[in-house]
């Protein structure tokens, strides 16, 4: 009988325990506003409340992700070299630009779609003249933005195809 005792005080140490309440993050960060959201690998802004959902322009978020871009150009052929740097979403700046001149035929210098080289959107109004470290921004037109180009084009009119073009950003 004593057996059958320690056996059932055994038993009655044995209960199955509560389990404990489950912690959240709000639980460790209480003053977190969780209703608009960053996603880090986008960098796109995201919200869980409807009506905040409709004020985000993402098309805007993107576009200001390729301000500050820059491409660095150089061509020893004509001498070519600069910067040209994305100053906004409308406007690009040509820096410390540099040409020799020696394209007899005549130069075109524009910004344009990678899938369409030969077809400029913003035609950059260089001349076929010696530049020397010259600096000049480039306003776009009214109906453009920095999402209707993505790359710089140099085309000396001998060649058939462009001289030069590369992706802006």
């Given amino acids: 009988m004593t057996v059958i005792s320690i056996v059932g005080l055994l038993m009655s140490g044995c209960t199955k325990k ?12 209480p003053d ?3 209703t608009t959201l960053v996603t880090p690998a986008t960098r796109k802004w995201e919200s869980t409340t409807a009506s905040s959902a409709s004020t985000v322009d993402k098309q805007l978020s993107q576009t200001n992700l390729k301000v500050g871009s820059t491409l660095k150009i150089k061509v020893s052929r004509y001498g070519l070299a600069g ?4 100053t906004s979403t409308t406007s690009v ?6 040409y ?3 394209c007899t035929q005549g130069i075109q210098v ?5 899938n369409k080289l030969k077809e400029p959107v913003i035609d950059l109004g260089i ?4 530049y020397t470290d010259t600096t000049k921004d480039y306003p776009f037109p009214s109906n453009i933005t920095i999402n209707d ?3 710089f084009v140099f085309w000396c009119s001998k060649d058939t195809d462009p001289t030069y073009s590369d992706k802006l950003y």
């Fill in 18 to 29: 509560q389990a404990a309440t489950a912690t959240t993050t709000d639980d460790y960060f």
């Fill in 32 to 34: 977190v506003d969780r």
């Fill in 83 to 86: 910067l040209v740097r994305v």
């Fill in 93 to 98: 700046r040509l820096e410390n630009f540099t």
């Fill in 100 to 102: 020799n001149g020696t």
């Fill in 110 to 114: 524009y910004l344009a779609s990678s």
């Fill in 127 to 130: 001349s076929n003249a010696v």
């Fill in 149 to 151: 180009v993505d790359s």
